[in-house]
């Protein structure tokens, strides 16, 4: 079973439309989740970061923490064609030497006209 | 604006070539890493390194090594090239840690 899990999609939805893009985790340990966006023939590049439970927003992104269930989630409002792209969850814990990301797989978004 | 940027977009090498992967940030981060996205696999930690000369191995080292002669640059080197080393190769830097991760476009390999 892998450490973070992610449905692939591909996910399709109109413009206009709230996404909400999900992550499930089985280690407890999980302290730091983020959430990257990545366009076709691109690096990932960094939309979110929280730290623990609770929400964070920003602009049109809400980033959702729930510990106690160990899920995560990215919720888009007003989407827009140019938010087609597949978006990583990714998570870390303290170890040794510095905190591992361990990403999930990312979920294809495809937002149409 | 922070930059990373990759040697090459592309590359295409033969099974058993030995084959170098270049990293550049000028952000003046400590923190650099190399990860492969594969399909279905996410991506997967291969080096990172928190210092000049200093690297620390990840999740899937083997076949590979690292160089970091200088700050902004770090280097990915295949021994020798294996199919199963087709892969986005992408380079990240960091100011902290893993923290807030910045990429390069990443090298699409393919080893025949």
């Known amino acids: 079973q892998k450490e973070v899990e992610q449905d692939p999609g591909p996910l399709s939805v109109p413009e206009g439309a709230i996404v909400s893009l999900n992550c499930t985790y089985s280690n407890s340990a999980f302290q730091y989740f983020m959430w990257y966006r990545q366009y076709s023939r691109k690096g990932p590049e960094l939309l979110m970061y929280?730290?623990?439970?609770g929400n964070k927003e920003d602009g049109r992104f809400t980033a959702q923490v729930d510990k106690s269930s160990k899920y995560i989630s990215l919720f888009i409002r007003d989407s827009q064609p140019s938010d087609s792209a597949t978006y990583l969850c990714?998570?870390?814990?303290?170890?040794?030497?510095?905190?591992?990301?361990?990403f999930g797989t990312g979920t294809q978004l495809k937002v149409e006209l | 604006d922070v930059k990373v940027t990759q040697s090459s977009r592309y590359l295409v090498k033969r099974t058993g070539e030995k084959v170098f992967l270049e990293c550049v940030q000028d952000m003046d981060h400590e923190n650099m890493f190399w990860y492969r996205q594969d399909p279905g696999l996410g991506l997967r930690l291969i080096y990172f390194?928190?210092?000049?000369?200093?690297?620390e191995k990840g999740d899937i080292p083997e076949g590979y090594s690292v160089s970091r002669e200088k700050k902004e640059r770090f280097s990915l080197i295949l021994e020798s090239a294996s199919t199963n080393q087709t892969s986005m190769y992408l380079c990240a830097s960091s100011l902290r840690g893993f923290d807030e991760q910045y990429f390069g476009p990443g090298t699409r390999l393919t080893v025949t």
């Open positions: 929280t730290y623990s439970s």
């Open positions: 990714a998570m870390s814990r303290l170890t040794g030497g510095g905190n591992k990301l361990t």
């Open positions: 390194s928190y210092d000049v000369k200093m690297k």
